[in-house]
């Protein structure tokens, strides 16, 4: 997700707020990116569903094409 640098940020932010330590998951963002566990699939999930409340309505339907 190295393209998505704004996607990238949201996705690390929301990891690092909702996995706030060791307890939480075992490893830091760039380790889950880089084997891609199931906290970093989920941070990223959150991100694009995040980024979907405040795209433009007209925006999207421009993405679709």
Not at 6 to 24: K, T
């Amino acid at each position: 997700m190295h393209h998505d640098t704004a996607l990238r940020a949201a996705a690390r932010a929301i990891f690092e707020n909702v996995y706030p330590g060791d307890d939480w998951s075992p490893v830091t963002f760039d380790e889950a990116e880089r084997f891609r566990t199931v906290h970093y699939r989920n941070a990223v999930e959150a991100a694009r569903m995040a980024r979907a409340c405040f795209t433009p309505e007209g925006a999207r339907q421009l993405a679709l094409l």
